[in-house]
């Protein structure tokens, strides 16, 4: 194992296109996070609505240069023959698996707590009538938002591995990915029975895991934000377990 994830880590911090993918994760979140927060008028009373949750929108896009990282991190390798080379030098491939794994987790975990980081302290300089108080890190509901966000963005970056280990193919594992983050919660909004549109919101990875960043009227969110992330890291085991399944199975 201490062999695997020395290559893994290796081949992730040797090569340009993971490094500029967390930047752009990093830029993204905090850009968005300040475009949004920008637009709010406050007064001295403070400025309504969940504060906290509109800081850290930016994790809606800023997702995404993650679940990209994490599928071209292992289909770069079946692109270029690579694998092979992985797999010999590695006979045990679920240990392969493991190691992208915890590699790809240190990865996402530094460049996503860089970026919530940021655009909660973007906010701060924004809004600074309200930054001592509902974006203060010693809130407790704050905290939660702020370290449930990074876990989410970890545990996409895992679900996208598991896709690409499933699928193989980066524009397959790309496609998939984004669709599932991004589609289902457009389709839900699609449909008129206020029942299914609920379930759909209870059940998608991203709409459920991202329930983590509200922290204020909890009752009215479809699912509450640590059943939520809960959701999304059901998806991720799952999709872990099919891929390393098929990576155990298949010839490379």
């Not at 457009?186 to 922290?215: C, F, H, N, V, Y």
């Amino acid at each position: 194992m201490k062999l695997a994830l020395h290559a893994e880590w290796t081949k992730m911090r040797t090569v340009a296109g993971p490094l500029w993918l967390l930047l752009a994760t990093v830029a993204t979140t905090v850009a968005l996070s300040a475009g949004a927060t920008s637009m709010v008028n406050c007064t001295a009373n403070g400025c309504g609505g969940d504060t906290t949750r509109l800081t850290l929108v930016g994790a809606y896009l800023g997702q995404a240069p993650i679940a990209i990282l994490a599928v071209l991190i292992t289909t770069g390798e079946y692109g270029s023959g690579m694998i092979r080379t992985t797999l010999t030098a590695v006979p045990r491939r679920l240990t392969v698996l493991a190691a992208k794994a915890v590699a790809l987790t240190g990865a996402v975990a530094a460049g996503g707590t860089t970026a919530v980081l940021g655009a909660v302290l973007a906010a701060r300089l924004i809004l600074p009538d309200v930054g001592d108080r509902a974006l203060s890190l010693s809130n407790g509901p704050t905290l939660r938002a702020v370290c449930g966000t990074v876990l989410y963005l970890i545990l996409i970056g895992l679900l996208s591995l598991g896709v690409a280990t499933a699928v193989r193919d980066s524009a397959t594992g790309i496609g998939v990915v984004l669709g599932l983050l991004y589609i289902v919660p457009i389709l839900s909004q699609t449909i008129g029975d206020p029942s299914w549109q609920r379930l759909l919101q209870k059940i998608a990875p991203m709409s459920s895991g991202l329930a983590i960043q509200a922290t204020t009227d909890l009752r009215s969110l479809p699912i509450g934000p640590w059943a939520g992330l809960g959701v999304t890291a059901a998806w991720t085991t799952a999709t872990l377990l099919a891929g390393g399944l098929l990576l155990h199975s298949r010839d490379a």
